[in-house]
Nanobody
Framework: QVQLVESGGGSVQPGDSLTLSCAGS????????MGWYRQKPGKQRELVAM???????VYADSVKGRFTLSRGNAKNTVTLQMNNLKPEETADYLC?????????????WGQGTQVTVSS
């Protein structure tokens, strides 16, 4: 069973930084397409940053220049460095994996880690 486990969320003030981490387990295969979404209560899940290839990344326009997605040293791990956080970015942040296998496409979601930005 593939699992994605997030860590690094917390409560910070506007302008502060946080680093989120996601670790995948339960598969011997590489999950190259990994990234982060965020969701607020009553709203749709929003893409934040996602690997769309081995080294290619797509970012939400609102986070470009402030957030950086990178791969960890361990297989199926990613980190999201978030700088200059804004109150409107308070949300549940979910790690996402997209694995295209010979027997079908598999989508994975972590349980989420809460990020709260307030003064």
């Amino acid at each position: 069973q593939v699992q994605l486990v997030e860590s690094g969320g917390g409560s910070v003030q506007p302008g502060d930084s946080l680093t989120l981490s996601c670790a995948g387990s339960g598969t011997d295969l590489n999950i190259f397409l990994m990234g982060w979404y965020r969701q607020k209560p009553g709203k749709q899940r929003e893409l934040v940053a996602m690997f769309t290839g081995f080294d290619t990344i797509v970012y939400a326009d609102s986070v470009k220049g402030r957030f950086t997605l990178s791969r960890g040293n361990a297989k199926n791990t990613v980190t999201l460095q978030m700088n200059n956080l804004k109150p409107e970015e308070t949300a549940d942040y979910l790690c996402h994996g997209d694995q295209n296998l010979s027997d079908g496409r598999q989508l994975y979601w972590g349980q989420g880690t809460q990020v709260t930005v307030s003064s």
